[in-house]
């Protein structure tokens, strides 16, 4: 079902291994990339094959909201503003004398580090050899369907709203798209793999158990891969989030299903560039086979940074409070400005309508120094939402809702 590079033979995956290898699909076909010449040769142009990276295409309303006396308040994208815990950078600083090459696989402790959080945080089981850290968590996303063996002749399904680098990831790898969040639109439609994300990003929305067990009976009676990003499994508000390899969904069998998860926004690390792909033995052993011939490894101070995080969950605790109170204080501004908040049961967004096109909210908004992404950047769905992002400051959280309630 798999196809990977010739040099890969089965003997090299650390799991089991069936049928024979095959070579990466052409990457100049019908669904790939479009090619260019180069000394009288075709050559695929991958970067062709993508549109604009989407936060460019709003530098315009950036420049409109930098003009604020205030200055900016830039909600348009999560990225962590509060310290990374001192006994993080204390063990990164302590392996920081790392001249040898890590290993891909991770380092035991590691891995250990990463089984117990998810035992303990979220009643998972997972075997420590199934378990492969990654360079943050969305390098795997833009890259899974093409180290999967997936590509033209291939169709893989991301949510009808789902963050650009799922789409990324598909078209890399020259298979066909498909935009579905029920396995009614998908129908008679043959499929390879299927990417999940609960909770959301951008709504905030959370699968409940049956649609998740629904979706793995489903695959599996059908032979295709789920690969569930689970970036913000830490951060339920309204709900409990459950991992796809939670054995109320799974019963316990991991085969077939991949669960993504992040440090980035649980510990402040999305400076460091730390994730983790688990499940499948067989899979994750196929992954790490590739991944050694690519060199994509996590630096070895990075892991010893990594086992601090997962195994203090104080500061994690005390950052979900900074975000619950960020949340409470964002929901009440944008609502008290006219918009309604749908979905947003999970994460770090704040999924917003005042039921008009998104580019009207963000210019609206950048009228008074916010920065928000507007709903298109995660597909056709999202026409009349805007994203908002509870990663600022208290400060200019607490800014936004006093420039909210001026008008």
């Given at each position: 079902?798999?196809?990977?590079?010739?040099?890969?033979?089965?003997?090299?995956s650390?799991g089991?291994?069936?049928?024979?290898?095959?070579?990466?699909?052409d990457?100049?076909?019908?669904?790939?990339?479009?090619?260019?010449?180069?000394?009288?040769?075709?050559?695929?142009?991958?970067?062709?094959?993508?549109?604009?990276?989407?936060?460019?295409?709003?530098?315009?309303?950036?420049?409109?909201?930098?003009?604020?006396?205030?200055?900016?308040?830039?909600?348009?994208?999560?990225?962590?503003?509060?310290?990374?815990?001192v006994?993080?950078?204390?063990?990164?600083a302590?392996?920081?004398?790392?001249p040898?090459?890590?290993?891909?696989?991770?380092?035991?402790?590691?891995?250990?580090?990463?089984?117990?959080?998810?035992?303990?945080?979220?009643?998972?089981?997972?075997?420590p050899?199934?378990?492969l850290?990654?360079?943050?968590?969305?390098?795997?996303v833009?890259?899974?369907?093409?180290?999967?063996?997936?590509?033209?002749?291939?169709t893989?399904?991301?949510?009808?709203?789902?963050?650009?680098?799922?789409?990324?990831?598909?078209?890399?790898a020259g298979?066909?798209?498909?935009?579905?969040?029920?396995?009614?639109?998908?129908?008679?439609?043959?499929v390879?793999?299927?990417?999940?994300?609960?909770?959301?990003?951008?709504?905030?929305?959370?699968?409940?158990?049956?649609?998740?067990?629904?979706?793995v009976?489903?695959?599996?009676?059908?032979?295709?891969?789920?690969?569930?990003?689970?970036?913000?499994?830490?951060?339920?508000?309204?709900?409990?989030?459950?991992?796809?390899?939670?054995?109320?969904v799974?019963?316990?069998?991991?085969?077939?299903?991949l669960?993504?998860?992040?440090?980035?926004?649980?510990?402040?690390?999305?400076?460091?560039?730390?994730?983790?792909v688990?499940?499948?033995?067989?899979?994750?052993?196929?992954?790490?086979a590739?991944?050694?011939?690519?060199?994509?490894?996590?630096?070895?101070?990075?892991?010893?940074?990594?086992?601090?995080?997962?195994?203090?969950?104080?500061?994690v605790?005390?950052?979900?409070e900074?975000?619950?109170?960020?949340?409470?204080?964002?929901?009440?501004?944008f609502?008290?400005a006219?918009?309604?908040?749908?979905?947003?049961?999970?994460?770090?967004y704040?999924?917003?309508?005042?039921?008009e096109?998104?580019?009207?909210?963000?210019?609206?908004?950048?009228?008074?120094?916010?920065?928000?992404?507007?709903?298109?950047?995660?597909?056709?769905?999202?026409?009349?939402?805007?994203?908002v992002?509870?990663?600022?400051?208290d400060?200019?959280?607490?800014?936004?809702?006093?420039?909210?309630?001026?008008?």
């Amino acid at each position: 079902m798999f196809a990977f590079p010739s040099f890969l033979s089965a003997s090299s995956s650390a799991g089991s291994a069936s049928g024979a290898p095959a070579g990466p699909a052409d990457p100049a076909g019908s669904d790939g990339p479009p090619a260019s010449t180069t000394a009288g040769r075709a050559r695929s142009d991958p970067a062709a094959a993508l549109s604009t990276f989407p936060w460019d295409t709003i530098e315009t309303f950036k420049h409109t909201a930098q003009g604020h006396p205030d200055g900016i308040i830039d909600l348009s994208v999560g990225t962590p503003v509060d310290p990374v815990p001192v006994a993080i950078r204390r063990a990164l600083a302590d392996a920081s004398d790392a001249p040898g090459y890590p290993q891909v696989h991770g380092t035991p402790e590691l891995r250990s580090a990463y089984t117990a959080w998810l035992d303990r945080a979220h009643g998972v089981t997972v075997d420590p050899r199934d378990v492969l850290p990654t360079i943050g968590s969305k390098e795997l996303v833009a890259s899974l369907p093409g180290q999967l063996g997936f590509g033209r002749g291939d169709t893989v399904v991301i949510p009808q709203l789902a963050y650009p680098t799922y789409e990324v990831g598909v078209r890399m790898a020259g298979a066909t798209l498909l935009r579905a969040d029920a396995l009614t639109a998908i129908g008679p439609e043959r499929v390879s793999m299927i990417w999940l994300n609960s909770p959301s990003n951008p709504t905030g929305k959370v699968l409940p158990v049956e649609h998740l067990r629904k979706v793995v009976t489903w695959a599996r009676a059908r032979g295709v891969v789920i690969a569930s990003d689970e970036c913000y499994l830490d951060l339920g508000w309204d709900v409990t989030p459950l991992s796809i390899l939670h054995p109320d969904v799974c019963g316990g069998d991991q085969r077939g299903l991949l669960a993504v998860h992040s440090l980035s926004k649980r510990s402040n690390l999305a400076g460091y560039r730390l994730g983790f792909v688990s499940g499948d033995r067989d899979l994750v052993g196929r992954l790490l086979a590739l991944r050694r011939h690519l060199g994509a490894i996590v630096p070895a101070p990075v892991q010893a940074a990594g086992v601090a995080a997962l195994e203090d969950d104080a500061p994690v605790l005390v950052q979900r409070e900074r975000y619950a109170e960020r949340r409470a204080v964002l929901a009440t501004a944008f609502g008290g400005a006219g918009f309604a908040v749908d979905e947003s049961q999970a994460g770090l967004y704040l999924w917003c309508t005042r039921g008009e096109p998104a580019l009207e909210s963000v210019a609206w908004l950048a009228d008074r120094g916010i920065l928000v992404a507007p709903g298109t950047f995660y597909g056709p769905a999202g026409a009349e939402h805007v994203r908002v992002a509870c990663t600022a400051t208290d400060e200019r959280v607490a800014a936004v809702a006093k420039r909210l309630a001026a008008g």
